[in-house]
């Protein structure tokens, strides 16, 4: 055994005649009076392999450890198939089994299960054909990231998972301390491992702006962390976030890097994921297939905040939440822009600044920032981003206005002291974008462990 054996995704393609191994996991085994037939899977696609076992190919006692969710190797020859469902079979002359599964106590038999008692096996369902379609679909959208700005010569970085600056100016962050929270003493942050408070990062971007104004174009993929107490669908205490950075950048070159970054990745994802979209598009999400290439063959709509707000309140809809100039957009509000009003992608623009962050550069109102948001059809945002503010005074206003630390930024501040420059960026959660290319409706289903509000198990 090395790392040249094949997949059996290469054995699919392989011409009948051939002598092969096949390794994996049993799905299930089917037996009749002179046959037995087993489903095999080893991840490496969506389609199981049939594995043939003649009478008296495999003795009898080891035809019995080959229960559901056996690991094993088979050695055989590759026929055609007689039926429909696949190509080529395996007519086995031999087998080995690695590791037995128990069938009174494996967990994940064949008849179907909630998605909130997998979760609570979610060390064993990635080999269902929910959870390995997801996770290989996530192992390509993230290796298309890498190769989208890896081709426009963006050079990827590593900000520290632990900082001192909130970049969000949102409060809801994790604490990083050695002291004992049980200990009921009052900590003292100047005693602390760092000497001073520290938190779990909620975004890479600030180190990402020192970066990219040194080697003009950047971008993060990693980890970030918000501790908001938050149970809904749509949110994890620790999440992946991609985050590009360009010198040299406006508002509008940054949202045509957005609208090419996602209709590329999604469609690098249709290209090579197709047996997985294709389950997707039958059991989860009816239409997915062809939203996702309406998606990647449409030009984005462009509209400012103040013009989607006209919008919303003359649409007589009764929004749960209400419409109006200064009301952060909803949900529901989005999808009803992107579906019902316009029907693809929107890219919203120029948001008020009491709703935005603090970074975000001011327009020549004094009301609304460069701020870009792009939503989404069935989903919602999907990445929101703006032009950074790289005026200094500008940015000690708001700093002060928002009531955040001024001492700590300074180093931020340096660079609107040495060097300034027009640069712009956004931020993508990639786990959004997973629910979105695969249909899933709950984001805990679409990271391998999930971190929310009482649950860190695994």
């Not at 420059?421 to 984001?443: D, Q």
Request: charged share 25%; proline share 5%; net charge negative.
């Amino acid at each position: 055994m090395d790392y040249r054996r094949s997949y059996l995704r290469d054995l699919f393609a392989a011409a009948p005649g051939a002598e092969v191994e096949a390794y994996g996991w049993v799905k299930t085994r089917r037996d009749s009076k002179n046959v037995s037939f087993v489903q095999l899977n080893d991840g490496s696609c969506f389609n199981d392999l049939q594995v043939v076992v003649p009478e008296g190919a495999i003795d009898e006692s080891t035809l019995k450890r080959i229960t559901t969710g056996a690991c094993v190797r088979f050695t055989g020859t590759l026929v055609e198939s007689p039926g429909g469902k696949q190509a080529v079979e395996l007519q086995a002359k031999g087998v080995e089994v690695f590791g037995e599964a128990d069938p009174a106590t494996y967990p994940l038999q064949k008849k179907g299960a909630t998605m909130e008692f997998l979760r609570e096996i979610a060390h064993l369902r990635p080999r269902g054909n929910t959870f390995g379609a997801v996770f290989r679909v996530r192992a390509q959208a993230a290796f298309a990231i890498h190769e989208f700005f890896h081709r426009r010569g963006f050079h990827y970085i590593h900000p520290p998972i632990i900082t001192a600056s909130d970049a969000e100016g949102a409060g809801a962050m994790f604490h990083v301390t050695t002291h004992d929270p049980y200990a009921g003493k009052p900590a003292d942050p100047a005693a602390d491992f760092f000497g001073k408070p520290a938190f779990l990062t909620v975004s890479g971007q600030l180190e990402a702006e020192t970066l990219a104004l040194a080697l003009t174009n950047v971008y993060s993929f990693g980890p970030t962390f918000r501790a908001e107490n938050s149970n809904s669908a749509r949110h994890l205490a620790e999440f992946w976030m991609v985050e590009p950075e360009q010198a040299f950048c406006s508002l509008e070159g940054n949202m045509n890097l957005a609208e090419e970054f996602l209709k590329e990745v999604i469609g690098a994802v249709l290209d090579r994921c197709a047996g997985d979209l294709e389950f997707f598009n039958q059991r989860i999400e009816p239409e997915l297939l062809s939203t996702l290439s309406h998606v990647v063959n449409s030009p984005f709509e462009r509209l400012t905040y103040t013009e989607a707000i006209k919008l919303l309140e003359a649409s007589g809809e009764a929004f749960e939440f209400p419409v109006f100039w200064g009301a952060d957009l909803q949900s529901e509000h989005e999808r009803w822009l992107t579906e019902k009003k316009v029907g693809r992608p929107v890219i919203l623009t120029d948001y008020p600044k009491e709703i935005k962050a603090f970074y975000m550069r001011q327009n020549e109102d004094g009301k609304t920032v460069r701020a870009m948001d792009v939503l989404a059809p069935r989903i919602g945002e999907i990445i929101g981003g703006s032009q950074r503010e790289e005026r200094l005074d500008h940015l000690e206003a708001r700093i002060t206005e928002m009531g955040l630390p001024m001492e700590a930024y300074w180093w931020y501040l340096d660079l609107r002291r040495f060097g300034s420059a027009p640069h712009a960026g956004f931020g993508l959660g990639f786990e959004r974008l997973l629910m979105y290319v695969t249909g899933m409706k709950n984001i805990r289903d679409v990271i391998p462990y999930h971190r929310t509000p009482g649950s860190a198990e695994f």
